[in-house]
């Protein structure tokens, strides 16, 4: 009795190991799908940000120039 369910766990074991390997390749496969979209979305906010930063800089601009315009008369 002992011999056969000995084999019997065995073959038991090797089955969950390959569908264990075969549910690892798919969560790896979602990964690098989100990491694209993250790459997405941080882009879009790099972009987003800049237009802020170059609007802020143009309004300091456009205060700082008659400023400098009294200060050269």
Known sequence: ??????????????????????????????????????KKNNNNNNKKNNKKNNKKSKIKMQQKKPIHFLAML
């Open 1 to 38: 009795m002992s011999k056969e369910r000995i084999q019997g766990q065995a073959c038991v074991t090797e089955k969950k190991k390959k569908k264990k390997k075969k549910k690892k390749k798919k969560k790896k496969k979602k990964k690098k799908k989100k990491k694209k979209k993250k």
